[in-house]
């Protein structure tokens, strides 16, 4: 008889005991016996994976039937007569013009193929570079405006301007594309404003004029139908099963992104911006990798274009003041800003280095008076913010983040001394206080029940939330901190605090149905949850120890009760569902996280339990602890140095008393490197689980690094 599912995983002796072993009874965990000389086991992801993908490809198949037949009709008529005439259109109906049966091209996944090629195509080369973003988004090959996307030919589009023309009621209604439109500039626009909204809106009263001009010019048709599907996948972000139009929205888009992107000018620049912009909306797009590339892209035809250099840019003083080519020059800075914006969050959520780095920026940020009158929204009477000004808060609070992950979390800051690198820390502290006070300025009000709900980004609570997730980065385990961060009381208070206030504002955004569902986010929530969970069990091992042995170590200021404890893992799992569930490739996080969650609530129990038992000496050894915070907790800005007076010994195996959370850890501990596994590079989650397993001396490093690869 073969051990059982859990020993054999954590390679420990087995006793084989039926109905439950001797180690699963003692970790009071589910015991399971799999046959292994049959079959390997299967994750159930693996499964689910594969069944969602035959889903797809039925829906591909049904959908590629669909598409020939029109095809083929559309062209016996056009081969059979060349007359206008035109029978009317049917009516629509409001799933227009997409079965909800027929989610056709819901197999357009930009993630199929993320892996791709991996080398920059060059700066001559807009056909290679055409078929490598293909690639990457694994389009659907079906296009009447060019041939199959064939990886291997090098045949130029600009053959492909189509025999066959649009059919009017190929469109959503004018209406609905109008809504999507202003719901795009009232929403997503605010983050990444590299469109030029006026020209925006003027492509779309030229198409519903004269439908010909989708035809005609793809850098209108490209855009015309990205907006409509991340608006559309916006929309329904409460609705997240109901996405046949924004995948179909995508892969018209995508029949045209060849010609856009051959250009290699700015129309080209923003079909990418858009293709990563889409990416992080749209749940049906399960991995990150691509987008990685993709952005990556984005950066180095920034650089061919010169738009890092602020001397490429049109200046008013030295020239004839020409509105159009002001315009123009304004919208190739918001492009390159925006690549900033999205090289930053993609980089520090993967682990990966930064592509773009300020040290090579000469530019300013975007003018706040220079297309403001066309982004702000006709007709509007509530007092809204600068939407430039909005943009420019948002990209000062990438920068700073990206200074805290090359300062504290990069290669670059392991070749620190740890006193540079807690001066650092303090430097870096001061300036994400400084850029909480300016956001004061943007004056966003507090949304009420009455009013008609916002963007997140006009909500000061989105703000607080950057803010905690920045404080969260800046006092989570680092390489470069590692002892001040194991003796440090202040430290773990902070991750304490930041932890639970950022799960807060993530559970109050969900409540108002103003989060935004993107893989982003599900990264973040369940890294918040993890550094809570990571915080309090810490703490109540520490209080343990020194109950048991007299041991000293960083404990909080106060002892988290187990209604905050129950309330704050509650909220965090209640979001961390509700994310989740509408990305594939993580949607087990939340298990783990549950897991974890109830293993350190039976701690905080037991420990309650312990004291209530022992009520004497749990009030003289809780005044020895207290004396012992106070006395030794550095304020957090004062770095810790070798002389202090107070020396608090690291945590290790010896002195530590382990809990059923660092049991617990030990058995998901290969969930939370799968986690990173999905998305590549060595991330923050796959850091901290690697941190607090060797706190408990659960196991060595280099064990942890051969399960990652």
Known sequence: MQACDRCYRRKSKCDKAIPTCGQCQKARTLCDYIDRSREPAVRREAVDRLERRLRQAEAKNRALTSQLATYQASRSSSIGKESREAPQPPVLSPNFPFDRNEVADEVSFLSLQAGGERNYPGVASGVVFSHLVQGVASLDSSSPHGQAPNRTSTRPVDQTTSS?????????????????????????YLCYPFLNRHSALANLDRIYADVSVLEADATVAFPFYMVLAIAMASAHKCDWQSLPESENFQARAMMRVGEVLQRSDIHALQAV??????????????????????VGFAARMCFEQGLHRNETYYDPSSHSGNEDLLALSETRRRCFWCVVDMDRIVSITLG?????????????LPEPHVLESSDSTPGNTEEQPSPTAIFNHITQYRILSGKVMISLHSNRATARDEDSAAVARITLTEELEQWRNESQ???????????????????????ELLY??????IYRPSP?????????????????????????????????QRINYTWITLHAVFMAGLSYIYAVGRHYRTRKANTSANAVGSTLSTDPTIIEVVNTCRSCSIVLVAVSERWATPRHCHQVFDRLSDAVLADVIAFFTQSTSTPAASMNQANASRNIITASQADLNTPLSPDDSVVI????????????????????????QHFHDAYGGDGPIRQLSQDWLHEIGGMALHAVQLWGE
């Open 468 to 473: 905690y997730n920045t404080l969260l980065m």
């Open 441 to 463: 300025n943007l004056h966003l009000q507090p949304e009420s029940h009455a009013q008609t709900r916002r963007s997140s980004f006009l909500s000061p609570e989105w703000y």
């Open 649 to 672: 010994p690291p945590i290790s195996a010896a002195t530590c008393f382990p809990l059923g959370v660092d049991t617990a850890l030990r058995d998901c501990f290969e969930d939370l």
């Open 164 to 188: 066959l023309s649009i059919p009017r009621e190929a469109l959503p209604p004018e209406i609905v594309a109008r809504r999507l439109h202003q719901a795009y500039f009232k929403h997503d």
């Open 480 to 512: 470069t901190l590692s002892t001040i961060s194991a003796r440090s009381p202040a430290v773990l208070q902070a991750t304490f605090d930041a932890s639970r206030e950022a799960i807060s504002r993530y559970a109050l955004l969900h409540t108002s």
């Open 352 to 364: 990966r280095p930064l592509a773009i780095h300020l040290e090579d920026v000469d530019t300013v």
């Open 273 to 294: 911006l858009l293709l990563c912009q889409y990416r992080m909306t749209s749940p049906i797009q399960e991995k990150s990798t691509s987008l990685w590339h993709m």
